[in-house]
Antibody
């Protein structure tokens, strides 16, 4: 069964770039039937979808973050990554990666455990 | 401000039934399936309901989902103390091209 795990710095300075990686085990990031998502949750608030990437590199980003988001996939390492530039305190959140299924729009499962990223001034 | 609207809190006593509602628009729930996620403090969301009324393997049949128009609902019967968690609704949004979420409902088992 597919498992995901996020990794990356828990503290990022304002105006710098947040970089996170999601490692995938028990499944292949090369599968055309899946897409790989990033979702975040500010403390005490609801979930916000950031975007997704397919194994072929095709991406779709939330328009509210599009100008600052870059996602990539490394099939050799079975990983996909998120970069969010010019961060501010509003980007402080728990960041999750999650698997989506191409033929079941909206499916998000499983999720990684999440990593809290705090933006400091 | 979340795209989908759900009550911030709900409660019930052990053995009771509780229903949590979630309203959206024609670009999300009105046109696509509803989803529900269960989340305990400090943990990741877990998929509870997909395609509005289907349960992934391992989810007890005490949990059920439905959809009507641009709203979706989660019903929990035979409430147990271990059901105390946050429940978030979600749906694919055709305008966004991705999923949108509700703000979450904190369920308290009294």
């Amino acid at each position: 069964q597919v498992q995901l795990q996020e990794s990356g710095p828990g503290l990022v300075k304002a105006s710098e770039t947040l970089s996170l990686t999601c490692s995938v085990s028990g499944g292949s990031v090369n599968s055309g039937g899946f897409y790989w998502n990033w979702i975040r949750q500010p403390p005490g608030k609801g979930l916000e979808w950031i975007g997704y990437i397919h194994h072929n590199g095709n991406t779709n980003y939330n328009p509210s973050l599009r100008s600052r988001v870059t996602m990539s996939v490394d099939t050799s390492k079975s990983q996909f990554s998120l970069k969010l530039s010019s961060v501010t305190a509003a980007d402080t959140a728990v960041y999750f990666c999650a698997l989506g299924i191409v033929n079941i729009r909206g499916w998000l499962d499983p999720w990684g455990q999440g990593v809290l990223v705090t933006v400091s001034s | 401000q979340s795209v989908l609207t759900q009550p911030p809190s709900a409660s019930g006593t052990p053995g009771q039934s509780v229903t949590i509602s979630c309203s959206g628009t024609s670009s999300n729930i009105g046109r696509n399936s509803g989803y529900w996620y269960q989340q305990f403090p400090g943990t990741a969301p877990k998929l509870l309901i997909y395609r509005s009324d289907e349960r992934p393997s391992g989810v007890p049949d005490r949990f059920s989902g439905s959809k009507s128009g641009a709203s979706t609902s989660l019903a929990i019967s035979g409430l147990r103390s271990e059901d105390e968690a946050d429940y978030s609704c979600a749906a694919w949004d055709d305008t966004l091209g991705g999923p949108v979420f509700g703000g979450g409902t904190k369920l308290t088992v009294l």
